[in-house]
Each structure stands twice: as C-alpha cells, then as structure tokens.
C-alpha cells in the first residue's frame, strides 16, 4: 500500500466496525478529499457516516466537539495544514480542555487529520510545517507517520483514542512509497519512537517526510564509516523520551531533522529534553537541521527551503568529527 491506501483502509475498518465513527470536512465525501484518502467511503457507509461540510474549519471543529460531547467519534479533515487556523480558536479553547473543565464527564475523542509540509510546488498556506504549534498545547496529542504501515496502525489507535489527536499527513509522500502492509486491523502505540537504524556514533531523530532524507544521509554517512542510530519519532506530543535519551547515551551526539522553522521547534524540545537526561554523555552539541525561519518559498523558490539528504550528511558528518 502507499499511505493514502493505507489511511483510507485504517478510516475503512473503524468505519465498519465502529457506528460513532463519523466522517467530515471539506470534499471529503463525493470527491473523496483533495487528494483522494476518504475516496469510496460516502459510497460505502452512506452520508450520514461520510459528508461534506461547508468552508468553514472553525465550523469544522466546533461541531467535532459537539458531536463527542454526545457520543460521537468524529474523524475531520483539514483540506491542508494551513487552512487549520481558522479552527485553531475550537482546538485550544474547546477540544484540548473539555476533560479538564468537566473535571472527566465528557472528553472530545476525535481525530483532526491535515495533510502538511512542502515539496509538491504548492501554492500560499499549502506547504506549512507547524506541528509545534500543536505540541505545545495541553490536552492534544500530535501524531506523524512517515510509512504506509505505521499510517494505518497510527490512525486506529488515534480513532480509538479518547484523547483529541492531530494526525499530520505529510503530502508529499502520499504516493512516493509502498510497503507491505497488513490488510486486517492493526494498531501502534501512540507515543513510542521507533528505532529503524541502530548506530553508535550519532543519533539521528527525524519524522514524517524527513525520515527518507534521513535515511540517505545515513546510507551516505556509513560510506565514511560514520555509524548513524537513526530514530522516526512518529509522535510528536507525547514524546519519547527513554528512546532518545537511551540513544544519545549510547552514541553521544544528536542530530535532530525537521521541516518546520528552527526557532520553538521540535528539535528545540529534543535539545532540553537531552540537556536534562544525557547531559554528561553529550560529547558534541546538539544540532538542528531545519526549515528556516520565514513562510515557505512559492514553487520556483520552495527548493531553497526543503532539507536535501546532502545537507543532512553534513551536518551528521561535522557532529561525528566535533
């Protein structure tokens, strides 16, 4: 499968199983969404399970939290990451706080899903990476897949979950890949890192779309006899901790790659988290291979701005030798 196959198929069994599964948002019913992930369901389970909404992520949301608060488990698409703003008012004011403020008498166990990053020469507000800005919120939890097989084992446990899960779909790997992935139900445990490389020089952290330019990097890395831990954090909010600080302890030095804009960004949390746990095994300092600072180029400038698996080696090779 590739990972618009296996997110469909994820969306397929809850559906089936699960008659509070709701699906909506923008086109996501007759179209099957801008880039086809829910195409087939409205056929299959009808429009009362699977339905448009109007242009309105605010409205989107808002009525999310509404449907929970009655037994619903509604699973909702933002068209692309950065047309979330506009309902970013019902996540941080309704969603991640209605356990707390009904003191547990009523949760909001949904799923946002939003397709997000660069690298497919999109136009304004399509190309975003700000996850950050949702990990840093109480009462969210931040989900990233960066394989078909970890899509579909990710998302079922975000539906299940009673927890508000932001489940960031990066676009530009949506047909890039296809792994062998299971055709019966699975699931994956929310919050877990995984190690795909095992290394003792430099521990390399990335997730989403950067886990395949990571993966060059470490294949150019071992050319030079550099050997690279490479960790897929999949999880952003809640993070992994023991992974990343038992891999550092071992290797000593830190890498950390992400899309999204350096400053208060994922890597930046890494770093304090390596700081407070493995600080005395650090043998170099932590380096962040990042976005830059500044809105995402428009197509004929975007290549300036997306991490390339040379830039990585770089820096993996300049930590190796500090």
Same mark, same amino acid.
């Given at each position: 499968?590739?990972?618009?196959?296996?997110?469909?198929?994820?969306?397929?069994?809850?559906?089936?199983?699960?008659?509070?599964?709701?699906?909506?948002?923008?086109?996501?019913?007759?179209?099957?969404?801008?880039?086809?992930?829910?195409?087939?369901?409205?056929?299959?389970?009808?429009?009362?399970?699977?339905?448009?909404?109007?242009?309105?992520?605010?409205?989107?949301?808002?009525?999310?939290?509404?449907?929970?608060?009655?037994?619903?488990?509604?699973?909702?698409?933002?068209?692309?990451?950065?047309?979330?703003?506009?309902?970013?008012?019902?996540?941080?004011?309704?969603?991640?706080?209605?356990?707390?403020?009904?003191?547990?008498?009523?949760?909001?166990?949904?799923?946002?899903?939003?397709?997000?990053?660069?690298?497919?020469?999109?136009?304004?507000?399509?190309?975003?990476?700000?996850?950050?800005?949702?990990?840093?919120?109480?009462?969210?939890?931040?989900?990233?897949?960066?394989?078909?097989?970890?899509?579909?084992?990710?998302?079922?446990?975000?539906?299940?979950?009673?927890?508000?899960?932001?489940?960031?779909?990066?676009?530009?790997?949506?047909?890039?890949?296809?792994?062998?992935?299971?055709?019966?139900?699975?699931?994956?445990?929310?919050?877990?890192?995984?190690?795909? *490389?095992?290394?003792?020089?430099?521990? %390399?952290? @990335?997730?989403?779309?950067? &886990?395949?330019?990571?993966?060059?990097? !470490?294949? +150019?890395?071992?050319?030079?006899?550099?050997?690279?831990?490479?960790?897929?954090?999949?999880?952003?909010?809640?993070?992994?901790?023991?992974?990343?600080?038992?891999?550092?302890?071992?290797?000593?030095?830190?890498?950390?790659?992400?899309?999204?804009?350096?400053?208060?960004?994922?890597?930046?949390?890494?770093?304090?988290?390596? *700081?407070?746990?493995?600080?005395?095994? %650090?043998? @170099?300092?932590?380096?962040? &291979?990042?976005?830059?600072?500044?809105? !995402?180029? +428009?197509?004929?400038?975007?290549?300036?701005?997306?991490?390339?698996?040379?830039?990585?080696?770089?820096?993996?090779?300049?930590?190796?030798?500090?």
């Amino acid at each position: 499968m590739n990972l618009v196959t296996a997110i469909n198929q994820a969306i397929d069994i809850k559906l089936s199983e699960d008659p509070n599964v709701v699906v909506f948002g923008e086109d996501v019913g007759v179209e099957g969404g801008v880039f086809r992930v829910t195409e087939g369901l409205q056929q299959k389970y009808g429009e009362a399970r699977v339905f448009d909404s109007p242009l309105a992520e605010s409205a989107i949301i808002g009525t999310a939290v509404g449907m929970c608060m009655n037994g619903l488990r509604p699973v909702v698409e933002m068209q692309f990451s950065g047309f979330a703003y506009p309902g970013f008012n019902q996540m941080i004011s309704h969603a991640a706080r209605m356990r707390n403020r009904t003191r547990g008498r009523y949760t909001t166990p949904m799923v946002i899903r939003m397709p997000y990053g660069g690298g497919i020469n999109a136009l304004e507000h399509h190309s975003e990476s700000m996850e950050a800005l949702y990990g840093h919120i109480p009462g969210l939890k931040v989900v990233i897949p960066s394989t078909p097989y970890d899509a579909k084992g990710l998302l079922i446990s975000a539906i299940e979950s009673d927890d508000t899960i932001i489940f960031m779909e990066p676009k530009r790997i949506y047909r890039a890949i296809k792994q062998e992935v299971p055709e019966e139900k699975f699931s994956i445990e929310i919050g877990k890192a995984k190690v795909l *490389n095992a290394g003792t020089d430099v521990t %390399l952290v @990335a997730y989403g779309a950067m &886990v395949r330019e990571a993966q060059k990097a !470490v294949a +150019l890395a071992k050319k030079e006899n550099v050997s690279v831990e490479l960790i897929d954090l999949r999880t952003i909010y809640p993070i992994d901790r023991e992974t990343i600080v038992n891999s550092v302890k071992k290797t000593g030095r830190l890498v950390v790659v992400h899309e999204g804009p350096t400053t208060f960004g994922v890597a930046a949390e890494l770093t304090a988290i390596v *700081n407070e746990d493995s600080f005395l095994s %650090l043998e @170099a300092p932590v380096k962040r &291979v990042t976005g830059f600072d500044t809105i !995402v180029p +428009l197509p004929r400038g975007e290549h300036h701005y997306i991490i390339t698996p040379e830039r990585i080696h770089f820096e993996l090779m300049k930590t190796a030798r500090f």
